[in-house]
């Protein structure tokens, strides 16, 4: 066998049987009735992936899919009963390798927090603002209201127990054109 078909050979095992690893480290808490969306992400070994729920339960309402792609588990959902959950997800790479890792989300009845926040629009001519926050799990930002505004005050009575949220605001002129986000504002929910 000639030298560099080994070394192809011994290059393609590494990179398919080398380890997987989930990379999420945490999900957002919820209340009952509120939508629910989190991604558990995953990367190394080879694709496609099989994901499982190896031990406990997720939150009554909430259900697991894998991404199209393999590379997530998407728990989405309308949690229906309040309580802590406790659960571990398993990711097993086509080449065996495997991980996992254990979760706890409380689902709370109610709100028990209300966050307000307020802004004030610029006080440059033909300017309002979009508020945005970032996702309890730190991945996107999203705009709170779908239309520009002058100025608000935002109140977030979504905000679970055991969270931190980022809020910041942008702002757009008349022709469209958003500014850079402000500095973000951490709120640590007990």
């Known amino acids: 066998m000639k030298i560099w078909l080994f070394l192809s050979l011994l290059l393609l095992g590494t990179r398919c049987f080398g380890n997987v690893a989930i ?31 190896s031990s406990g339960t997720l939150p009554a309402g909430i259900t697991a899919k894998a991404s199209s792609t393999t590379t997530s588990f998407n728990l989405t959902g309308t949690p229906k009963t309040a309580a802590t959950y ?3 997800v398993k990711v097993t790479a086509c080449g065996g390798g495997t991980s996992q890792i254990a979760y706890k989300v409380v689902i709370q009845a109610t709100a028990n927090h209300v966050v307000d926040l307020n802004w004030q629009a610029s006080r440059s001519s033909g300017v309002a603002g979009y508020n945005v926050y970032r996702s309890p799990d730190g991945a996107s930002w999203k705009k709170i209201n779908a239309s520009l505004i002058a100025s608000t005050l935002y109140s977030d009575s979504t905000v679970a127990n055991s969270s931190t949220y980022f809020y910041a605001a942008t702002a757009v002129n008349i022709s469209g054109q958003e500014s850079s986000k402000t500095s973000a504002i951490k709120v640590v929910i007990p």
């Open 23 to 53: 990379t999420t480290t945490s999900l957002p808490n919820d209340t009952v009735g509120s939508a629910y969306s989190a991604a558990i992400k995953a990367s190394g070994g080879c694709t496609p992936y099989r994901w499982a729920i």
């Open 86 to 88: 406790s659960f571990t």
